[in-house]
C-alpha cells in the first residue's frame, strides 16, 4: 500500500491541497496593497520582519525590492531587529509585519519597538482580530478560511505571496520597474492545483526516502527560491525531527559537500532561466557522485539519480520558485507519516509563540 492510499489523513495535508483556494485572496486584496503602495513611496528604508516561517515568507516578500537601487530592503527575523536593528529605525523607514495569528510574541514586540521611533507600519495576517492591530497603521488581512494545523502551509504559501506581489507594486507603480508576479498571482490558484495533481507521485518519492533509510535532508535554492528552500527545511524538521538545512545552491560546495558518501538527498528548487550552465553543471556533478537528488524545476533531466518535479515554465522566476513550496509540502507530510509522525502535533510546537 502506498502512502497516499493509507486511511488517515491529517489537517496539514487538507490544508495544503486548499492552497490555491487561500492564494485567491490575493486578487481580492490587491486594491488594498495598491493604496497601500501609494503611502508607501516616501520610505527610504523598507523592513519586513516575522519569526519562523513568516522570517521566510519575509525574506520572500522582500525579494522584489532588494533588487531595486531605489530603495533598502531588509528581511530581518522579529528577535533580530529588536536585538541588533532597532536603531536604525526612524520616521524615514517603512515596517512590514508578517504573522499567522497576528499574536507572535517577538513580532508583537518588534512593531511596538517601530512605532515608537516614528515608523510606518503595515502588518499581513490570516486573522483580522489580533494583537497586531494595536500596533500597526494598517492591516492587509487575507481571508484563507483559518489553517487548522499548527504546521504553516497554506499560510506560508499566501503570506508570502501577498507580501511579494506588495512589494512588486511598489517597485512598478513608484519606481518604474515592470514586475509580471503582479498579474501572475491571478493565475497561481490554478498553477497549484496543477501542481497538486502530483501528490501521488510525490508521496511514492516519500516511501522511497523512507525504504532507502534516507535521515538527512538538504535543501538548495538560489534567488527566490532560497527562502523557499529554508521553509522545506523547516517543515521536514517541524514534522519528522530529522537533520535537515537549506542553503544557497552554490553554497553547498564550500563546506557542506563533505557530506557527500553519507545518505542523505538533496532537494533543489532550480530554474533554468536564472542559473543556466552554473546549474547544469552542479546538477551533472553530484549525479556523478550517486548523490540521491530531488529536483523541483522547469526543465528535464534524465540522470540516473535525480527524481524530477516539474514546474510549469513560463512564468518568472518568483513565481515558479513561490509554487515549488508545494511539493516540498506534501514531501515534509508523507515522509513524517511514513516514519509514524503525526504532522497535526509536532513535539514541543505551538500555534504561536505566546511569550518573548
Known amino acids: 500500500m502506498s ?30 496593497m495598491n493604496e497601500l503602495a501609494d503611502l508607501a513611496h516616501k520610505f527610504k528604508k523598507i523592513f519586513f520582519i516575522g519569526c519562523g516561517s513568516s522570517y521566510y515568507a519575509a525574506l520572500f516578500g522582500s525579494w522584489p525590492l532588494a533588487k531595486s537601487s531605489k530603495v533598502l530592503a531588509y528581511a530581518l527575523p522579529s528577535s533580530e531587529l529588536i536585538f541588533h536593528f532597532a536603531d536604525i529605525i526612524d520616521s524615514n523607514s517603512l515596517v512590514v509585519g508578517i504573522s499567522r495569528s497576528g ?65 512588486s507594486i511598489l517597485n512598478e507603480r513608484v519606481f518604474k520597474e515592470k514586475q509580471p508576479l503582479i498579474e501572475e498571482s491571478k493565475v497561481m490558484p490554478s498553477l497549484a492545483e496543477r501542481l497538486l495533481k502530483n501528490e501521488s507521485m510525490v508521496a511514492d518519492i516519500s516511501k522511497r526516502l523512507i525504504d532507502e533509510n534516507i535521515e538527512r535532508f538538504i535543501f538548495l535554492g538560489s534567488g527566490p527560491s532560497y527562502p523557499i ?10 514534522t519528522s525531527y530529522v537533520a535537515t538545512e537549506g542553503l544557497h545552491l552554490l553554497e553547498f560546495r564550500h563546506g557542506p559537500m563533505a557530506m557527500v558518501g553519507e545518505k542523505f538527498s538533496l532537494v533543489i528548487s532550480c530554474f533554468l532561466n536564472e542559473n543556466n550552465v552554473h546549474l547544469k553543471n552542479f546538477i551533472s556533478e553530484f549525479a556523478n557522485k550517486n548523490v540521491d537528488m530531488i529536483l523541483i524545476t522547469d526543465t528535464a533531466f534524465n ?54
Open 3 to 32: 502512502l497516499r492510499e493509507e486511511k488517515q489523513e491529517y489537517d496539514m495535508i487538507r490544508d495544503i491541497r486548499e492552497t490555491p483556494a487561500a492564494l485567491r485572496s490575493i486578487t481580492r486584496a490587491l486594491n488594498r
Open 103 to 167: 499574536r507572535t510574541a517577538e513580532t508583537i514586540a518588534a512593531l511596538n519597538i517601530c512605532r515608537k521611533k516614528g515608523a510606518y507600519i503595515i502588518g499581513f495576517s490570516i486573522e483580522e482580530e489580533s494583537s497586531m492591530l494595536d500596533v500597526v497603521d494598517d492591516l492587509v488581512v487575507l481571508d484563507i478560511g483559518g489553517e487548522r494545523s499548527i504546521i504553516m502551509t497554506k499560510s506560508f504559501s499566501t503570506l508570502s505571496l501577498a507580501t511579494s506581489v506588495f512589494s
Open 229 to 238: 528552500v529554508l521553509e522545506g527545511a523547516l517543515k521536514v524538521k517541524e
Open 303 to 356: 540522470g540516473p539519480k535525480e527524481t524530477v518535479i516539474e514546474m510549469p515554465i513560463e512564468y518568472s522566476g518568483e513565481c515558479k520558485a513561490l509554487l515549488s513550496i508545494i511539493p516540498m509540502q506534501i514531501l515534509a507530510y508523507y515522509y513524517a507519516v511514513g516514519k509514524g509522525r503525526n504532522p497535526d502535533k509536532p513535539r514541543n510546537l505551538s500555534r504561536y509563540v505566546q511569550r518573548f
